[in-house]
């Protein structure tokens, strides 16, 4: 990889939703009502959750996203503003709803989450061109899959053709046409997103190892699996590397797949090798599960900062 000596700007194009947690001891069965849990609301959305990471450890961020003319729509965007953003790209959709999220965690930090994606389906490929014409050479385009495909696909076409790194963050499961495989620079399944994108199963770190090589061959350089609890994997023209998990008690996971891509996306802006960016992006991501909520777990980038040279 390539050293960059001055941060590159990070676009992030993806969803902006209202998280409504209840906290309780276990998930419910189908059909059953279980009592005596806690109620919060959140900021969230896999592409606003990224862009506040981003935002928070000190990248430049644009966000590109749509929200309803309503209430939560017009907070997410005040909040987005606190966090540093540029939100002159958050498009306003009138007579359409903000994203929701029901989300439910237990005791063991497990979680189920039920979206209504809204405003967030009305992303168009249109929506996105203002924003290409900030894009130079070297910038990273951060993409999720909760908001249209045909956006997706659109965006890292045109990623590709003006020279950014384009990640791809494939959630939730999705199928991707292979044919716009060579145009993503870093690919950050999770074991069901590689899956299926590798036809290959993933069920031990062997597996894991074989579906990355199949994406390879597919056209995609970098692959970045992560592991939950179990670190993530690295694969790229070098190998295989494995990244354990920094041991903590993990009190609520929801964002921590997020976290992860938007702190993986800063390091890389700063020029970080591929597999420092990694370390610091796992660090991240193991702060933000001994937290509640999604945007209000992320750690800032001084506590980041500490943590990681205590590691060395």
Not at 41 to 48: V, Y
Not at 122 to 132: G, K, S
């Amino acid at each position: 990889m390539k050293n960059y000596y001055s941060m590159r700007k990070i676009i992030v194009i993806g969803s902006s939703n209202t998280d409504m947690v209840i906290r309780s001891e276990r998930l419910p069965k189908p059909g059953e009502t279980v009592m005596g849990g806690t109620f919060y609301m959140s900021p969230g959305g896999k592409g606003a959750n990224q862009a506040v990471t981003a935002a928070r450890l000190g990248a430049t961020v644009y966000f590109v996203a749509k929200t309803g003319d309503d209430l939560f729509g017009k907070e997410a965007i005040e909040n987005y503003r606190d966090a540093g953003i540029d939100t002159r790209f958050i498009r306003t959709e009138a007579q359409v709803a903000s994203g929701v999220a029901l989300i439910m965690v237990d005791a063991k930090a497990e979680n189920c989450i039920s979206v209504a994606n809204g405003a967030n389906n009305r992303l168009l490929p249109a929506d996105i061109d203002e924003v290409m014409s900030f894009v130079e050479e070297d910038d990273i385009v951060l993409l999720q899959l909760e908001i249209p495909i045909e956006t997706v696909l659109y965006a890292i076409d045109e990623g590709w053709r003006r020279k950014a790194r384009v990640v791809l963050n494939p959630a939730p499961a999705a199928p991707i046409p292979v044919a716009y495989f060579p145009k993503i620079y870093l690919l950050t399944p999770n074991r069901v997103e590689a899956e299926m994108l590798s036809g290959l199963p993933v069920s031990d770190m062997e597996e894991a190892a074989k579906a990355m090589q199949k994406l390879h061959t597919l056209g995609i350089e970098v692959v970045v699996m992560t592991l939950g609890g179990e670190g993530a994997l690295l694969s790229h023209r070098k190998g295989t590397k494995h990244f354990p998990a920094r041991k903590v008690e993990a009190v609520d996971t929801v964002g921590a797949g997020d976290v992860f891509n938007g702190a993986l996306c800063v390091a890389l802006s700063e020029g970080k090798g591929i597999e420092d960016a990694i370390l610091f992006a796992s660090v991240a991501s193991s702060v933000s599960v001994t937290r509640n909520g999604a945007q209000t777990s992320i750690p800032d980038r001084e506590e980041l900062n500490i943590l990681i040279e205590n590691l060395k």
